[in-house]
Structure formats: C-alpha cells, structure tokens
C-alpha cells in the first residue's frame, strides 16, 4: 500500500508585500520553508513541530531582533 501526502498549503506573512518573502507551510509533522522567489524549485528546509515553537519562542522574546 502506498501512501500518498495531501500537498502543502505555503502561506506568507501578512506584513509581505512582494514575492522576496519565505513561505511556510506545515505537513507530514513538520514544518516546511522556503524562498518565495522560486517556489517552482521544490526545495524547502523541514523542522521538528519542537524545533520550530521553540524558533517562535525566540522571535517572540525578542532574540532576533537587531
């Protein structure tokens, strides 16, 4: 039996006014992101559901911030 994945649903932030923003998109217990520029490419990075609340931990608690 072979299993096949629903496709991803990329979304980007609302604050985005052009196409040079990351998408994101959640799936298959991780989330997934990549370049908005070229989402012909196929190519994303994946992380952890723990990975990426603690990368939004850190956005919210200002670590980022420059």
């Keep these: ?3 096949y994945e629903a496709p991803l649903t990329w979304r ?16 298959s217990g991780a989330y997934h992101v990549r370049d ?4 012909e490419i196929e190519l994303d990075l994946q992380f952890s559901q723990r ?4 990368f939004l931990n850190g956005i919210k608690a200002g670590f980022f911030d420059r």
């Design 1 to 3: 039996m072979q299993h």
């Design 12 to 27: 980007k932030s609302r604050y985005c006014g052009t196409n040079a923003c990351v998408e994101v998109a959640e799936g």
């Design 36 to 39: 908005g520029k070229t989402p």
């Design 51 to 54: 990975s990426w609340a603690q």
